[in-house]
């Protein structure tokens, strides 16, 4: 599975973005999705995930309620639609897959996407 994630840009604090993750090349309908993120001097961080069929989610603490996960099977697309930004929300964005729910390390990675929160 190849992901590409788009969608990054420069935003003020308490605005949105929406992140993209296109799949291509593999069985995205039977891939659990995750977005991870790396700030800078930081490690990465699970932000997000959804299961394949689409009915489990999951957030980090720290985006729970501010962040939005979905998908759709029949377009290959996953989004992360990203509410009420904080400064502290500025990271480079990954998409990441795996056909394990409960994995912290996924198989599939694409190039991250830069969000950037302006105070």
């Known amino acids: 599975v190849q992901l590409q994630a788009s969608g990054g840009g420069l935003v003020q604090a308490g605005g949105s973005l929406r992140l993209s993750c296109a799949a291509s090349?593999?069985?995205?309908?039977?891939?659990?999705i995750f977005w991870f993120r790396q700030a800078p001097g930081k490690e990465r961080e699970f932000v997000a995930g959804?299961?394949?069929?689409?009915?489990?989610?999951r957030y980090a603490d720290s985006v729970k309620g501010r962040f939005t996960i979905s998908r759709d099977n029949t377009n290959d697309t996953v989004w992360l639609q990203m509410n009420s930004l904080k400064p502290e929300d500025t990271a480079v964005y990954y998409c990441?897959?795996?056909?394990?729910?409960?994995?912290?390390?996924?198989?599939?990675w694409g190039q991250g996407t830069l969000v950037t929160v302006s105070s």
């Open positions: 990441a897959a795996d056909r394990t729910y409960a994995t912290r390390n996924p198989d599939y």
């Open positions: 090349g593999g069985t995205f309908s039977t891939h659990n």
């Open positions: 959804i299961s394949w069929t689409g009915r489990i989610t």
